[in-house]
């Protein structure tokens, strides 16, 4: 029985990891103004590199639990128009111009876990995503504000020594976001992300 506990341990990692992946938004933004009650549906793929740091708690069955940060922001997408109207009585008043508009997802936070699979140093991976979508745009007497979301992340990996390598999609939960200070538009949006990430640990 000592024999059996001593070769069962937990420990404690800390280490950096290197990111790459796509993100997809699928979007409306809705025209909410007298003049103008229109849609407007968009999607948009970004392609993405970073890096995380994490800290993670390793069972002496195998189970892995950690929580990462991605310290920098990720661009989910931007774009623009150009609007014309020459029906306004006066000039000034004449909904002209162009429209930009960008968004991001700032402090991504997630606890996850790593399930060995066999004794080859395969494992399935089970994440929870917490973000900010932080927005920055240029719009005829309206802006739209930042919104708090969360998303779940599935995927597998390989470890060897200190390094693992992991393959993972994300989803994350609906995005809407309304204008708010002065017009009636609104943008709902679905994000996901498939991501390839290689980590250290020290």
């Known amino acids: 029985m000592f024999i059996a506990f001593t070769n ?20 409306t933004e809705t025209e909410g103004s007298a003049a103008d009650t229109s849609n407007r ?17 390793i069972s002496g069955d195998g189970m892995t639990y950690g929580i990462s ?21 006066i000039a000034s008043e004449a909904d002209t111009g162009t429209r930009k508009a960008s968004a991001e997802i700032s402090n991504l936070i997630t606890l996850y876990t790593n399930i060995p699979m066999g ?17 920055d745009e240029t719009l005829n007497e309206s802006t739209y504000g930042n919104v708090n979301i969360n998303g779940y992340q599935v995927g597998f990996g390989k470890k060897e020594g200190n390094i693992k390598y992991e393959f993972s999609y994300s989803d994350f939960e609906d995005i809407s976001l309304n204008t708010d200070n002065g017009g009636n538009n609104s943008i709902d ?12 640990a020290f």
Do not use: C
């Open 189 to 200: 949006a679905d994000a996901d992300a498939l991501t390839f990430r290689m980590s250290f």
């Open 8 to 27: 069962v341990k937990a420990e404690m990692q800390y280490g950096l990891g290197l990111l790459a992946g796509q993100t997809t938004v699928d979007g």
């Open 119 to 135: 004794t080859n140093g395969w494992y399935g991976l089970l994440g929870y995503h917490h973000t900010t979508v932080e927005t």
């Open 69 to 89: 940060l991605v310290p920098f922001n990720i661009e989910i997408g931007d774009g623009s128009r150009t609007d014309t109207n020459s029906g306004a009585d």
């Open 41 to 57: 549906s968009k999607s948009i793929e970004e392609f993405f590199v970073g890096g995380d740091i994490f800290a993670e708690y």
